[in-house]
């Protein structure tokens, strides 16, 4: 199914870029450096959820699978 696929590659991403944060924060990166990951980190979550919601209104259901 093309929803879990895009799901599925988007919180993959969002998980490395969880992970980026981390280890850019234990080197005490730079904070733009820091942001601009946070920032990307954000974006990808809210695709997340924009495409939870419109599954959730296509389908005439709540997805609990979360």
Do not use: C, T, W
């Not at 979550?45 to 709540?62: P, T, W």
């Amino acid at each position: 199914m093309e929803f879990q696929r895009k799901i599925k590659h988007l919180e993959g991403k969002h998980q490395k870029l969880h992970k980026r944060v981390e280890a850019l924060e234990a080197e005490n990166a730079p904070e733009f450096s820091v942001m601009k990951a946070k920032k990307e980190k954000l974006l990808v979550k809210d695709e997340i959820n924009r495409l939870y919601a419109q599954y959730e209104s296509d389908s005439g259901i709540e997805y609990f699978g979360r």
